[in-house]
């Protein structure tokens, strides 16, 4: 009576042994070079870039000249295969060094943020009547929420408003 208990765990272990050993493989399951590469090829996602005008200036540090120049011809979007995109609109962020005197009379430095959303690849006359004679070294502008549309098949025509989608935000900081 003593064993009992022993038998039966040592005849449930064996049986376990032999189901498991007479299950065959899956090999949907099992991950290969070629199951991989299929998965990476499907889920590709090409986002696209926005340039400063007609440019490959895609973001950083820019001079004032150039930066005058190509903000005059809009901005202009395409991805990484070349595809060129209409951009719909967007917003445009101004952060613009000052500096002001607190109370104490000391001069101290801070940043006047301006707002503005553009509709199309161009700015907006309030902006850009301003823009170019107040930008200065060390302001910065953020070109963000850039929506855009990709062309029907291999026509000049591009698709409704409404399937737009966002490219890479643009961020521009102005030196000397």
């Keep these: ?3 009992t208990p022993k038998i039966i765990i040592v005849f449930f ?14 090999k949907k399951n099992v991950p290969n070079a070629e199951n991989i590469k299929d998965t990476i090829k499907k889920k590709v996602v090409i986002v696209p870039h926005a340039y400063l005008g007609h440019s490959d200036f895609e973001g950083g540090k820019i001079k004032k000249q150039k930066f005058d120049s190509l903000m005059k011809q809009g901005i202009s979007s395409r991805d990484t295969l070349g595809k060129e995109y209409k ?9 613009e060094k000052n500096i002001y005197e607190d109370v ?28 170019y004679s107040r930008t200065k070294p060390g302001d910065t502008i953020y070109l963000d929420h850039i929506m855009v549309v990709k062309h029907i098949g291999e026509t000049t025509e591009y698709q409704a408003d409404s399937a737009a989608i966002l490219a890479k935000n643009l961020v521009c900081i102005i030196t000397k």
């Design 1 to 3: 009576m003593k064993h």
């Design 87 to 95: 951009i719909i609109g967007f917003t445009f962020n101004y952060a």
């Design 104 to 131: 104490n009379a000391n001069l101290v430095v801070m940043v006047d943020y301006s707002l503005e959303y553009c509709k199309g690849d161009t700015l907006a006359n309030t902006v850009s009547n301003s823009l």
């Design 13 to 26: 272990l064996a049986l376990y042994c032999y189901s498991v050993s007479g299950q065959k493989k899956n």
